[in-house]
């Protein structure tokens, strides 16, 4: 057998780990400012594109794509040549992979400050550049399996069945979440709505943790664990048996992300049984990397590389376990929307992703410079700075999540909620963020350490960008299985065909979770009072999604008293049907805001209270760490942009009537105006064409189709219930008796009104002085004007004998009443 | 040191897998740039531990969703709020509409202004600002009497921004806090805001 000369490219891996430390120490920056902000509002300095909404998804993304990214990237080119026996398949894909993908940050760093945002969690970049994210993973694409075409071992190890999972995923996960309607250069609206899009982003947020924060790093691991160790995998079975079932399991479990909200109850089950069922599976990879190590634990002690890469081992384990135990539904009651998600997710980021990427370094840029490492001693410390910062970030994480979420549940023994006041709850556990800044500048000091540590060790090395090797050339082997060749290993030389049972595996859970929900129509039950936005609410509810509210405000009250007594009405999946893209959020920093729109509801405000409430929290509250946006008070609204966006809607079904766009900026203009004055009257001069004014109008709409819908139900109960006029004495008195203990402090004791309610007892009614218009008035209330609705607190006995008690106030005209209001009923 | 040898160590890519010997029987015949694999068997409990999870799914399933045994989410909902009703003491929830003067229920009135973060909208003093009116002048919007007082922060005024307090605060709450709003009458705060209603008699 001809042993064939090669090289391998060494050069492609020096970019990319350069790339993973230089998009560490910013992403890690950024996580550290808006850890500050969250603890000090000052530090968003009243500026748009400092302020937390706009750079969170800076932070999330630059950790994810730009610094794991790359880290994945690193490894893989590295591992890929050595396992192969091969250079990579081509150079100039290579190139165009780093430089693309480093374009892609960049775009996506400037985009995110700018304000242009999908809102969608980790899938936030507008569609052009999600295009050239497409782009350049199939360059990427290319690349990987084109290497293994070319390869000279016959068989696939571990960490390249991971590649191949991941691959694979990440492509139908970021093409299939993408899918947008563009209406401008860097302006589109996702093609699913509401539910729908909840449960595509969720499958795709959840994959991405999967695909791309777990499976490339389990591939990284099974390459630098074994060779840093000089130990052999403990075992190839356990191997097979995790790696099938964890990318078989993984694709299902998002919807555990939306327990307890507006999803089938169905589809909510399959989040949790199988994130339950994820645990082995994931534990198999942290039980083979540990079990690897037997033996030569006192190598991990003396090894800065293997402690990192022992503790990342072990944090994936932690946190694999802690993801299937916030999929119960009783545990995620209690740390859904609090900042447990945030400890678990940097357990999984600081600890996994983090120490592995470490340790990875520490090893591979001695042996890039053929020397040693620079000083083991600093990177001891490093480990220390690292592990400390991860225990100071997610302990006060943890007890916070716990004191918040009870705080939000807890209920006096008079049935009222203990803490109505949501900021009660939040200044709770401020010292805890205090303390969480804390552990980021630890782990941060930590990564300058390494990044001394590690140019010291670029400076005493040489460079080897070619590096020589052989390896005898690949034998074409039989198609068929051979004798005595196990199935699994005849697939490890078949890569097409383990490539297609991979994309099998992933796709049976797509398809069986997502499609339902487009295809059977009870799954989302239409609710017939949920109209479309306005043109003015559309136009507000892009800037609620460009300033990234959602980063810290749900819109999803979830059916639990505490929710209801504290927010309204629990959320239906009927009501989100128009939401291109919805708007839940994960967490809540600030209190929900699905039911802001409700007048008379537990959520509503009044324009001059959103004003000035946007304009300085602190003032209306000096507690409060809500950022100002006083930029949305000087801005004028892209009015032109108005009919676009409506057909844009149109083309996406919302049910606009024909021709619409046409008229939507004289609708806009319209109820700007309406707003505009109603802050006036309250002192407050602003132009009806400013974003504040359309922003407003979004919060008034809010959740108010579904208190419509009640009042609509209950006036057809009323029709059901007839105003029976009772003439008895007793039951004249038993309504007197009501009208004393519930309607005197509105309308006086005979019925002559005062300063809150109007004058019962003239000929004047201000909603109709029939029988019907008044038992109406009683029943369902005028909320708006303060007239409660009766028919909650009052039986049906005592709302017909108020009621007939009332009419015998009408027309005694009692002195020193209540001027007329309304419009006279001739009797 | 040898030459070769330290070249060895400089260089942990030619590292191969150190075997014991109990694991030569185990050793599988592939390589991988130098990492061996054994072909130890899947740990017994891990494997419990997935047949466990995958029967403990199977029997979720068919208990929630095949025969629906468990309440629903809504169902779950209308349990807990029976529940609640059913456990909430019927309790006098009736005060005599008077003004309260002893010290004790008007610092008491005092904590809850602040508890209830009635200063957003009315000042730290009472003195109003953009949002809500001045409450120690002599104009009233809705009224300034105990009655009127007690009625607003009862059932609120939604339309102006006032929220209800009766889901927040007992009745007694209610009169402890209308009471103290009562005593800052002509306090003078700086920074009042301009008169809005009438003026009470």
Known sequence: ?827 | MSQEENNKELDPTKVVSEIKEEENSLLLPHDFDGIKELDNPAPRWLMYLLYFTIFFSAVYWVHYITFKQGPSQAEEYEMEMAAAKANLQQQENVVEIAALTDEASLAEGKKIYSEKACYSCHGQLGEGNAVGPNLTDAYWIHGGDIKALIEVLTNGVPAKGMAPFKDQLTAQQIQQVASYVLSLQGTNPPNAKAPQGEKAM
């Open chain 1, 1 to 827: 057998m001809q042993t064939e000369k090669f090289f391998y490219d060494n050069k492609i891996v020096k970019c990319f780990a350069y790339a993973t430390i230089f998009w560490g120490i910013i992403g890690m920056v950024v996580g550290l400012l808006i850890a500050i902000q969250l603890a000090f509002p000052f530090f968003n300095f009243s500026t748009d594109f400092l302020t937390y909404g706009r750079i969170r998804p800076i932070h999330t993304n630059a950790v994810i794509f730009a610094f794991v990214g790359n880290a994945i990237f690193t490894g893989v080119y590295y591992s890929m040549q050595r396992l192969l026996k091969t250079r990579m398949f081509s150079d100039l894909l290579g190139r165009i992979h780093f430089w693309g993908w480093q374009l892609i940050i960049v775009l996506a760093a400037v985009t995110l400050a700018l304000g242009f945002t999908i809102s969608k969690e980790y899938a936030e970049l507008e569609w052009p550049i999600d295009i050239l994210i497409a782009l350049v993973w199939i360059v990427f694409g290319i690349n990987l399996f084109g290497t293994i075409v070319v390869r000279r071992v016959q068989h696939m190890y571990v960490a390249i069945w991971f590649y191949i999972a991941s691959w694979v995923a990440v492509t139908v996960l970021h093409v299939v979440n993408s899918i947008e309607l563009p209406i401008s250069f860097l302006k589109s609206y996702p093609v699913y709505a509401g539910v729908q899009d909840a449960m595509v982003q969720w499958w795709y947020g959840h994959n991405a943790v999967a695909f791309f924060l777990t499976t490339p790093f389990l591939g990284l691991m099974y390459y630098f664990l074994p060779k840093a160790a000089g130990r052999p995998v403990y075992s190839y079975k356990l191997s097979i048996i995790h790696f099938w079932t964890l990318i078989f399991i993984y694709i299902w479990s998002g919807p555990h992300h939306l327990l307890y909200q507006a999803l089938p109850d169905w589809a909510q089950t399959i989040g949790v049984i199988f994130s339950v069922m994820l645990i082995a599976p994931s534990w198999g990879g942290m039980i083979n990397g540990l079990l690897t190590l037997r033996g030569v634990w006192d190598k991990v002690r003396e090894t800065p590389m293997l402690k990192f890469m022992a503790v990342a081992v072990t944090a994936y384990g932690m946190s694999t376990f802690e993801g299937p135990m916030l999929s119960i539904k009783t545990i995620n009651s209690l740390t859904h929307f609090t900042d447990w998600i945030i400890a678990h997710v940097h357990i999984g980021g600081m600890g996994w992703n983090g120490f592995l990427t470490f340790s990875m370094l520490y090893w591979l840029i001695p042996v890039l410079f053929r020397t040693k490492l620079y000083s083991n001693r600093l990177a001891n410390i490093h480990f220390w700075l690292g592990t400390l910062g991860i225990v100071f970030y997610a302990i006060p994480l943890y007890w916070a999540a716990i004191t918040q979420g009870l705080m939000w549940k807890e209920f006096t023994p008079e049935g009222f909620l203990r803490y109505p006041n949501f900021m009660e709850t939040l200044v709770q556990i401020l010292p805890m963020y205090v303390t969480r800044i804390l552990g980021g500048v630890l782990y941060l000091s930590g990564v300058v350490l390494m990044v001394i540590n590690l140019i010291k060790t670029i400076k005493q090395g040489s460079f080897v960008a070619e590096e020589e090797a052989s390896a005898p050339a690949l034998e074409k082997a039989a198609k068929k299985r051979i004798l005595g060749e196990t199935i699994h290993g005849w697939l490890e030389r078949k890569p097409a065909l383990f490539s297609f049972w991979v994309a099998v595996a992933l796709l049976i859970g797509s398809i069986i979770s997502i499609v339902p929900l487009f295809a059977v129509k009870t799954n989302i039950p239409t609710i017939s009072s949920v109209k479309p936005y306005t043109p003015l609410e559309l136009q507000g509810r892009d800037i609620y999604v460009r300033e990234g509210c959602y980063t810290c405000h749900s819109q999803q009250v979830r059916p639990f008293r505490s929710e209801t007594e504290r927010y309204g009405e629990y959320s239906k999946a009927g009501e989100f049907v128009y939401d291109h893209p919805f708007q839940w959020g994960s967490r809540r920093t600030g209190p929900d805001l699905a039911r802001t729109g409700v007048v008379g509801g537990k959520m509503y405000k009044t324009a001059a209270w959103h004003f000035n409430h946007m304009l300085s929290p602190q003032q209306m509250n000096p507690q409060s760490i809500m950022p100002p946006y006083p930029w949305l008070i000087v801005n004028k609204l892209d009015i032109a942009s108005t009919p676009r966006k409506i057909k844009a809607m149109t083309t996406l079904g919302v049910p606009y009537p024909d021709g619409y766009a046409d008229l939507a900026i004289e609708d806009l203009m319209k109820q700007a105006q309406t707003i505009s004055e109603d802050l006036k009257s309250n002192g407050i001069e602003v132009a009806p064409d400013r974003e504040i004014i359309a922003l407003i109008a979004y919060m008034h709409r809010l959740g108010k189709d579904i208190s419509e819908l009640n009042a609509d139900s209950t006036a057809s109960q009323a029709t059901l219930v007839t105003p029976e006029i009772l003439t008895d004495e007793a039951s004249l008195a038993k309504g007197a008796e009501v009208y004393k203990t519930n309607c005197i402090a509105c309308h006086a004791d005979k019925g002559q009104g005062n300063a809150v309610g109007p004058n019962l007892t003239d000929n004047f009614w201000i909603h109709g002085g029939s029988n019907d218009a008044i038992f109406k008035s009683l029943h369902d209330g005028i909320p708006a004007k303060g007239m409660q609705a009766w028919k909650d607190l009052l039986t049906k006995e005592q709302l017909q004998q108020v009621f007939s008690f009332t009419l015998t106030l009408k027309g005694t005209q009692v002195a020193g009443g209540r001027e007329p209001q309304g419009t006279e009923e001739k009797q």
